[in-house]
């Protein structure tokens, strides 16, 4: 059973930067994509970003040219550098892994717990 590990996240100016780190562990050869999305309240879980084991990526338009993913395949790690932060970024922010795409919810098999990440205005 793959289990993935969220940290980084946090509060942050708008305007500011972090990082957030996923590693997977256990069952991790069964993964292809991860990503992550997120959840604001009152609102749907969201696709922020997918890459997979090649480096594809696709990036929400909400995010393309202020966010960049980047993945250790070795540490079955994925990272996620966001810069320019706005208020509407924050959410939770939830790693996903699949077994193939994860660029749907319903293509996800594992899920992190979350990590909060609130940007002040």
């Known amino acids: 059973q793959v289990q993935l590990v969220e940290s980084g996240g946090g509060l942050v100016q708008s305007g500011g930067s972090l990082r957030l780190s996923c590693e997977a562990s256990?069952?991790?050869?069964?993964?292809?994509?991860m990503g992550w999305y997120r959840q604001a309240p009152g609102k749907q879980r969201e696709l922020v970003v997918e890459?997979?084991?090649?480096?594809?990526?696709k990036y929400a338009d909400s995010v393309q040219g202020r966010f960049t993913v980047s993945r250790d395949n070795s540490k079955n790690t994925v990272y996620l550098q966001m810069n320019s932060l706005k208020p509407e970024d924050t959410a939770v922010y939830y790693c996903?892994?699949?077994?193939?795409?994860?660029?749907?919810?319903?293509?996800?098999?594992?899920w992190g717990e979350g990590t909060l990440v609130t940007v002040s205005s």
């Open positions: 996903a892994a699949g077994s193939g795409a994860c660029g749907n919810p319903s293509q996800v098999d594992y």
């Open positions: 890459i997979n084991t090649g480096g594809r990526t």
């Open positions: 256990g069952g991790k050869f069964s993964i292809d994509s």
